[in-house]
């Protein structure tokens, strides 16, 4: 099976624009979440998604959207982009949501804000 | 809130000798236990996971951990190292249907 993947791999924006990450998971995966790694903060949980509905959601300010859709790809969104939000952004599937769960990721989209 | 600690930051070791790295973390009820790799320019990959039942676990390269759940802890071990287990390592916790709580990492640095 193809593994996790993401698109764009680097992106380079400018304060105050917005940006859109994709991701897609291992084909039969339903439950798609997401990181934030920084070197200071390390791994963040951004949200989780299963069957096109939100199911978990980190302490992340509203800027911070996404959304899945029906063949369970999922993208996020970052409106009026700040310095800090400058990370690599990870998206991890799973079979499905919930306990006993195994999560497998992506390779990252690294952000640059300048 | 969960929290995870990983105590070691930063280990340097020779080559052939043992590893151990600690995880503890906060939440006293069931929880589900992972330790995560991610080598230089790749992406976090499974090491082992702990669900239920032996305490001692047993993941891909050597690597094992075990689960006190008195100590609320899940430490990673490996006896003899080997160049190519330089890497970062994370603790994660799981608890019910919530998401995964990482540990700061643990990078690790082996000397040939």
């Known amino acids: 099976k193809a593994g996790v993947t993401q698109t764009p791999r680097y992106l380079i924006k400018t304060r105050g624009q917005q940006v859109t990450l994709s991701c897609s998971p291992i084909?039969?995966?339903?439950?798609v979440s997401w990181y934030q790694q920084t070197p200071g903060q390390g791994l963040q949980f951004l949200f989780e998604?299963?069957?096109?509905?939100?199911?978990n959601k980190g302490n992340f300010p509203g800027r911070f959207s996404g959304r899945q859709f029906s063949n369970s790809r999922s993208e996020m969104n970052v409106s009026t982009l700040e310095l800090g939000d400058s990370a690599l952004y990870l998206c991890?599937?799973?079979?499905?949501?919930?306990?006993?769960?195994?999560?497998?990721f992506g390779p990252g989209t690294r952000l640059t804000v300048l | 809130a969960q929290s995870v600690s990983q105590h070691n930051h930063h280990v340097i070791l020779s080559e052939a000798a043992s590893l151990e790295l600690g995880c503890n973390y906060s939440?006293?009820?069931?929880?589900?236990l992972f330790w995560y790799v991610q080598y230089p320019g790749q992406h976090l990959q499974l090491l082992l996971k702990?669900?239920?039942?032996?305490?001692l676990v047993k993941g891909i390269k050597g690597f094992e951990a075990e689960f006190i759940k008195s100590k609320f802890s899940f430490n990673l071990r490996k006896p003899s190292v080997q160049w190519s287990d330089t890497a970062e390592y994370f603790c994660?916790?799981?608890?019910?249907?919530?998401?995964?709580?990482f540990g700061s990492g643990t990078r690790l640095q082996v000397q040939p």
């Open positions: 991890a599937s799973s079979a499905t949501q919930g306990t006993h769960n195994e999560q497998f």
């Open positions: 084909s039969g995966h339903r439950s």
């Open positions: 998604y299963f069957s096109e509905t939100q199911r």
């Open positions: 939440y006293g009820g069931t929880v589900n």
């Open positions: 702990y669900f239920s039942g032996d305490p």
């Open positions: 994660a916790v799981m608890e019910g249907r919530r998401a995964l709580t």
